[in-house]
């Protein structure tokens, strides 16, 4: 049995007003829960059952995802009354695994078309305590970069910085052995990326790398989450999870669209009203959100809730979104 463990507890600020109401793996992206596709990702790699560890709005998984049956893999939930950190919660969520072998774990925020099944080879072959996923960006600042040598052995962890060392950075996907997370203190505050990744280093633990470059996204901020999703819809980026689409769009249920209202390359949240005339191209409208008659949107996102008056013409813009 291979066992993963998905990291959802997080509160997404930088989606604010989506996350409100809604923690951020939560979100729609093309049309289903992010969190949808990356439970999804783990089931196509081989992966039979899945923890989600939660936290911020805990409550809100379950009713959605169930046992996991209707996905095809089995799922559980630990919920964190405090947070963790991402070492504690993984030590946390990995109680409730019955698999003993290694153990995927994800980032709840990051779509990536990365080799899962090849990671998890590439870790048993080469005896790992650690695998990290790692892939190259053009500016390594916000991210931690990761450095190894001509084995592919990591030979130095570093957070964020001014000045990384190298532009390939931890992608968000790790392969842990059961005895490097038994050996994560457990109900304790614990960052893998400040603590348990530079204490493996020094203690001389097999950590390595494995390096893909394909697709990879941080789905953190309204910008990242609107390029997911046409990603997704374009076929830029393929998920299984990723729902048949109408012209290119996908419409929720319980959208209302005026019959004379166009709709090409868009996201139709749940509840939300296009009114008549109105032409929505290439642009995510969130759930319950209003746009008016007449309304002509091009790459845009409108926030759940949101009101789009009559006769808006508006490209490449964000409405309904707190003024930064």
């Given amino acids: 049995m291979s066992s993963a463990i998905l990291l959802v507890g997080g509160m997404g600020t930088r989606l604010q007003p989506l996350t409100f109401n ?66 504690g919660a993984i030590r946390n969520a990995a109680s409730m695994l019955t698999g003993s072998g290694p153990v995927a774990i994800f980032n709840g925020d990051v779509l990536s078309a990365h080799d899962l099944a090849a990671q998890l080879s590439f870790h048993v072959k080469n005896q790992a305590d650690v695998t990290l996923y790692l892939t190259e960006v053009p500016d390594a600042r916000a991210f931690g970069a990761v ?9 130095a962890f570093n957070e964020k910085m001014e000045n990384p060392p190298t532009n390939m950075i931890n992608a968000g996907c790790y392969i842990f052995s059961r005895e490097v997370i038994d050996s994560i203190p457990a109900q304790q505050v614990i960052s893998v990326e400040r603590e348990t990744f530079p204490g493996l280093l020094n203690d001389g633990a097999r950590v390595f790398a494995f390096i893909d470059r394909n697709y990879w996204l941080d789905i953190g901020n309204p910008s990242a989450l609107m390029k997911a999703t046409r990603d997704l819809l374009s076929g830029a980026m393929y998920s299984a999870a990723t729902p048949v689409l109408s012209d290119g769009s996908f419409i929720a249920a319980g959208a209302s669209i005026a019959a004379t209202a166009k709709i090409t390359s868009s996201v139709i949240g749940s509840g939300a009203q296009i009114g008549s005339g109105a032409v929505i191209e290439g642009c995510l409208i969130g759930a319950g959100a209003r746009v008016g008659q007449e309304v002509v949107l091009t790459d845009c996102f409108v926030a759940d809730s949101a009101q789009v008056e009559s006769g808006v013409i508006a490209g490449g813009s964000f409405l309904g979104f707190p003024l930064k």
């Avoid at 923890?51 to 379950?62: D, I, N, Q």
């Avoid at 450095?147 to 030979?155: A, L, M, Q, S």
Wanted: hydrophobic share 40%; aromatic share 14%.
């Fill in 147 to 155: 450095e190894f040598g001509d084995d592919f052995r990591v030979t």
């Fill in 22 to 87: 809604t923690p951020k793996p939560m979100l729609s992206v093309a049309g289903v829960p992010f969190t949808e596709h990356q439970i999804i990702k783990a089931r196509e790699a081989g992966f039979t059952e899945i923890v989600l560890a939660t936290s911020f709005k805990a409550e809100l998984f379950e009713p959605y995802f169930g046992d996991g049956e209707r996905f095809g893999i089995s799922i559980r939930y630990a919920v964190e009354s405090v947070p963790l950190g991402t070492g």
